[in-house]
């Protein structure tokens, strides 16, 4: 069961938007590529199993990569998709041979609204409810959100460094490092090899901790325009059921908005990573890596390293020995 809880806990944390890149899983690592992804896990025998899907973005069947803040939008909630599924096939494997942990319909359900609620309450309900206890909500909406988003990214800091204390946590933080390590040694045009891996860092600019991170700095000024606009026309309409209910309804709903926003500038402090304005916008979301990243062994880049080959398949020839510039999925 822990494994499970473990899914909900660790999908937001390692989402990433890249050409090449994934996320950690439990025992392993998923690598997505132009056209496909695939996931390796260690098995309690020590054998990597492969588990490869062929793959179209919605982004590329309908032409729509180029149309900013919705690209972003399908582009998340596609990376979260294939995440969760395989986040659900690894945990299956780490667990199929516990006769005690049959996979039960009516508790996976209880558990992804269990994580639903939580999300929301620690990053919506919690930094809102405090922040009308600090302030009054009718004062000056920046004011409002600059306290609110202090909080939510308070709340994530603590959250982080609270599961990062759990065991099972801190190995698929070490799977993590792998796959960033194995993707910067792609992108370097080197040959793929757990040797020339270990030698790259394991924070990288476009890993999810920084897109979360970015969300929520994002969030501060979208949700204070959105507060502005909406909160006013709802006053004036005598629409107001509980200002606390409704400001979470809202802002829950925009959350799409401010996650394309956040795939834009994310982007862009990957792609011009060079510029000081993005190096010091990107900073802080490395740092966060401190935690949601660990050094990993050369078994867990052997599994890393197996997953961005199974990917590819044959046509990693046309890519090895060639540098990549960091790009998001385009």
Known sequence: MNKKILKYLTLFINQSSILVGGQAVIEGVLMRVPGAYATAVRDKNNNILIDKHDFESKLEKYNLKNIIILRGVIGLFESLKIGFKTLQWSADIAEENDANNKTNPIVEILLTIFSILFVITLFFIGPLGITRLIINENLNPLNFNIIAGTLRITFFLIYLIVISKMEDVNTLFQYHGAEHKTVYNFE??????????QSFPTQHPRCGTSFVFIIMIIGIITFTVIDSLFLAYFHTMNLFINPLITRVIIHVLFMPLVAGFGYEVLKLTAKYKSNIIFQILARPGLWLQNITTKQPS?????????????????SIKEYEGKEHIAEAIE
């Open 188 to 197: 370097s045009g080197k040959q793929l090899k757990i040797k020339t891996a």
């Open 298 to 314: 050369d078994n867990q880049l052997e599994v890393a390293i197996a997953a961005l080959k199974a990917a590819f398949g044959d």
